[in-house]
């Protein structure tokens, strides 16, 4: 925020708790980020990497994409090379909707190009439906999955995706969604289900830091018999870029 805030490029928070940038470019923002990490004292790609849910359903058009803050249209294979450069530049580990929800060929081109250098996140491509992620494994589209309970309508559908994606040699994340409560409920199943990875937001807003709390008293009862799995995800796609 302060390093935001410095360049003037701040409007304040946003509804989920991250915040509210005003850039020029895109690339500005991943730009800020690393400043971030190392101002707080760390290296770049050691203990903190970058996971990015581009969300491309929100700025598909017309069979491509249109990004409006930079004036620019292209179709899937040149946003793809727009993120290869990315990923050549920054220490991002996990790439979330790289592509839209209707675009199967997309996704299986950039999962096919960089599966092995990061990890390629299912949400609106896959909306937490066992079926659905059996399709995509068989086109070759994404290596993991975003688990949303209240996405798939039942406890019993998620695990079922959940069990689905495991099958495929997936990732697997378990998150929360924009209108949340205070209930800790995917903190243990984030945990019972050995998912991990546990996306609910940033550290503020009471519905999120009610979660991540529950996680720290899950894993004082739990003892030695648990581990925080960051430092693995980070050491098993950035580590190999290095």
């Not at 491509?64 to 930079?70: A, D, M, P, Q, V």
């Not at 309508?153 to 990732?171: I, K, L, M, P, Q």
Request: glycine letters at 12%; a negative charge.
């Amino acid at each position: 925020g302060d390093i935001m805030a410095g360049r003037r490029k701040i409007a304040g928070v946003a509804y989920e708790g991250g915040w509210w940038p005003l850039f020029d470019t895109n690339e500005e923002a991943l730009e800020a980020l690393v400043s971030a990490i190392e101002r707080a004292g760390e290296n770049p790609g050691d203990r903190v990497v970058i996971a990015l849910d581009i969300a491309a359903s929100e700025f598909s058009e017309d069979g491509g994409y249109r990004l409006s803050l930079e004036d620019r249209y292209m179709d899937s294979g040149a946003l793809t090379d727009m993120f290869e450069g990315w990923l050549d530049a920054y220490p991002i580990v996990s790439i979330e909707d790289p592509m839209a929800e209707n675009d199967v060929e997309g996704m299986a081109e950039f999962t096919q190009r960089f599966g092995d250098r990061v990890q390629v996140v299912g949400d609106d491509f896959l909306v937490t439906n066992a079926d659905l992620v059996e399709d995509a494994a068989a086109a070759g589209a994404c290596n993991a999955l975003l688990v949303k309970v209240n996405q798939s309508g039942t406890v019993s559908e998620s695990v079922a995706a959940f069990h689905a994606a495991r099958e495929h040699g997936w990732g697997t994340i378990v998150s929360a969604r924009s209108g949340e409560t205070e209930d800790v409920s995917i903190s243990h199943l984030s945990v019972g289900l050995g998912g991990g990875q546990l996306k609910v937001g940033s550290f503020t807003r009471s519905v999120r830091m009610a979660k991540w709390n529950e996680c720290l008293r899950i894993q004082e009862e739990l003892g030695k018999t648990a581990f925080v799995g960051g430092t693995v995800l980070a050491n098993t796609w950035w580590g190999q870029q290095r």
